[in-house]
């Protein structure tokens, strides 16, 4: 039941490949779909950074199968801490849109070309020059890159599409300049974009997770009263919507 929203081949390649969803993806991917901020708490191996991105990945399929396909602009930002974590997720990421798009031509469908790219503060000049030209689709970063994109205009440029934002190892952030320097740069985003971004965030260790929420949220809070976000917590096997107040 938890695929049937999906598109048939990425719910193909989904059960081909691992069979049944885990807990964080049943939880977590109606939330994302309808456009909720979710928060994800759930241990190293449980499928919660497959769980952020499928629902991204579908709806890139979906608008890339459309006749007037897919913009030349970034859709899904991946923001991690980590910089080896980032080049690791660019190359995971392969793995599911090269099967997807197998699937998508077995099943008889057209061709969706679903770029992702990778920056941190190593990646060469001449690089980060071509992703401003032709943007990825699915843009891997640190929050000191993204902080040094939206200062330009090239930059700002590429990032004013975004729909979907996912920070990983958000536990790492929450407490320290780094996170306080990423909620700024989330703020300037949420100001350049038109439409409505969906973050999610995500961790194995997430303590006190209603606060882990609200840094997730951001200024958005303080202009509801009731600023819903959906909290899956795998580890005390639980599922709730918090009304940040």
């Given at each position: 039941?938890a695929l049937?929203?999906?598109?048939?081949?990425?719910?193909?390649?989904?059960?081909?490949?691992?069979?049944?969803?885990t807990?964080?993806?049943?939880?977590?991917?109606p939330?994302?779909?309808?456009?909720?901020h979710?928060?994800?708490?759930?241990?190293?191996?449980?499928?919660?950074?497959?769980?952020?991105?499928?629902?991204a990945?579908?709806?890139?399929?979906?608008?890339?199968?459309c006749?007037?396909?897919?913009?030349?602009?970034?859709?899904?930002l991946?923001?991690s801490p980590?910089?080896?974590?980032?080049?690791?997720?660019?190359r995971?990421?392969k793995?599911?849109l090269?099967g997807i798009?197998?699937t998508?031509?077995?099943m008889?469908?057209?061709?969706?070309?679903i770029r992702t790219?990778?920056r941190?503060?190593?990646?060469?000049?001449?690089v980060?020059?071509?992703m401003?030209?032709t943007?990825?689709?699915?843009?891997v970063?640190?929050?000191?890159?993204l902080y040094?994109?939206l200062?330009?205009?090239?930059?700002?440029?590429?990032?004013r599409?975004?729909?979907?934002?996912?920070?990983?190892?958000i536990?790492a952030?929450?407490?320290n300049k780094?996170?306080?320097?990423l909620?700024l740069?989330l703020?300037?985003l949420?100001?350049?974009?038109?439409g409505?971004?969906?973050?999610?965030?995500?961790?194995?260790?997430?303590n006190?997770?209603?606060?882990v929420a609200?840094?997730?949220?951001?200024?958005e809070?303080?202009?509801?009263?009731?600023?819903?976000?959906?909290?899956v917590?795998?580890g005390?096997r639980?599922?709730?919507?918090l009304a940040i107040?």
């Amino acid at each position: 039941m938890a695929l049937d929203a999906f598109h048939p081949a990425v719910s193909a390649w989904f059960e081909g490949q691992f069979g049944a969803p885990t807990p964080p993806q049943i939880e977590g991917w109606p939330a994302i779909r309808e456009g909720t901020h979710t928060l994800i708490a759930s241990p190293t191996g449980s499928g919660k950074t497959l769980a952020a991105f499928l629902c991204a990945i579908d709806d890139l399929v979906r608008r890339g199968l459309c006749p007037e396909g897919l913009p030349d602009a970034v859709q899904v930002l991946y923001i991690s801490p980590l910089r080896a974590l980032s080049n690791d997720v660019e190359r995971n990421l392969k793995v599911p849109l090269r099967g997807i798009v197998e699937t998508l031509k077995q099943m008889g469908y057209d061709e969706v070309d679903i770029r992702t790219a990778v920056r941190t503060g190593d990646t060469p000049g001449h690089v980060r020059t071509k992703m401003t030209k032709t943007p990825p689709h699915i843009f891997v970063t640190t929050p000191e890159s993204l902080y040094i994109l939206l200062t330009s205009e090239g930059g700002r440029r590429m990032l004013r599409d975004v729909r979907t934002v996912i920070v990983d190892e958000i536990h790492a952030l929450v407490t320290n300049k780094r996170g306080a320097h990423l909620a700024l740069s989330l703020e300037r985003l949420g100001t350049l974009v038109e439409g409505d971004i969906t973050r999610i965030g995500l961790s194995a260790t997430q303590n006190p997770i209603e606060e882990v929420a609200r840094f997730l949220v951001g200024s958005e809070a303080a202009q509801s009263s009731a600023l819903p976000c959906r909290i899956v917590d795998v580890g005390h096997r639980r599922a709730m919507d918090l009304a940040i107040e």
